[in-house]
Antibody, heavy 117, light 107 residues
Framework: EVQLVESGGGLVQPGGSLRLSCAASGFTFTTYSMNWVRQAPGKGLEWVSIISGTANTMYYADSVKGRFTISRDNAKNSLYLQMNSLSVEDTAVYYC??????????WGQGTLVTVSS | EIVLTQSPATLSLSPGEGATLSCRASQSVSSFLGWYQQKPGQAPRLLIYDASNRATGIPARFSGSGSGTDFTLTISSLEPEDFAVYYCQQRSSWPLTFGGGTKVEIK
């Protein structure tokens, strides 16, 4: 059974940093591209970033480019999102999601990031 | 960036009725479009990929159609568990984008 478990969310002040983690199990982690998708309270879904299985390709949404960095540790079956220069607009539930055949088939339960003073 | 526009924003229907949800892309996405269902407090669930293929375990009452810029998600007969928010998502070009969602609510 595929399992994705996010962690690392919490309350952070504007301008601060946070690192999210996603622990994956139940599949061969290196084989799949992994994504971060976020959802602001009461709002829709916003794709954030993707990283290929071998970590040689990454893409970012314009809204986070230059501030967020996606990475993975295939030895630890883990995905990460380093978030710097956070603003209140980054407040959201952050989901990690596995991509299979171009779409997001498996999702974690999400971790809440709140940016507030 | 490809913009996906979903309509209507809200659909008020009764169990047993059919539902038709629309997603229009600002430029062609070929068939690289998916549909997701999200219930309150839950992560999204993939329903349809490549415009018309049901994901594993998705009931046959869900079907997708379309190509290019116009897509439809059809629920043939609404079950109580189908009342939720539905999002379309394109995988044709970066950045990936989602539509704003259609809420299917109980009338």
């Amino acid at each position: 059974e595929v399992q994705l478990v996010e962690s690392g969310g919490g309350l952070v002040q504007p301008g601060g940093s946070l690192r999210l983690s996603c622990a994956a199990s139940g599949f061969t982690f290196t084989t799949y591209s992994m994504n971060w998708v976020r959802q602001a309270p009461g709002k829709g879904l916003e794709w954030v970033s993707i990283i290929s299985g071998t970590a040689n390709t990454m893409y970012y949404a314009d809204s986070v480019k230059g501030r967020f960095t996606i990475s993975r540790d295939n030895a630890k079956n883990s995905l990460y999102l380093q978030m710097n220069s956070l603003s209140v607009e980054d407040t959201a539930v952050y989901y990690c999601a596995r991509e299979t055949e171009r779409f997001l088939r498996d999702w974690g339960q999400g971790t809440l990031v709140t940016v507030s003073s | 960036e490809i913009v996906l526009t979903q309509s209507p924003a809200t659909l008020s229907l009764s169990p047993g009725e059919g539902a038709t949800l629309s997603c229009r892309a600002s430029q062609s996405v070929s068939s690289f479009l998916g549909w997701y269902q999200q219930k309150p407090g839950q992560a999204p669930r993939l329903l349809i990929y490549d415009a018309s293929n049901r994901a594993t375990g998705i009931p046959a009452r869900f079907s997708g159609s379309g190509s290019g810029t116009d897509f439809t998600l059809t629920i043939s007969s609404l079950e109580p568990e189908d009342f939720a928010v539905y999002y379309c998502q394109q995988r044709s070009s970066w950045p990936l984008t989602f539509g704003g969602g259609t809420k299917v609510e109980i009338k």
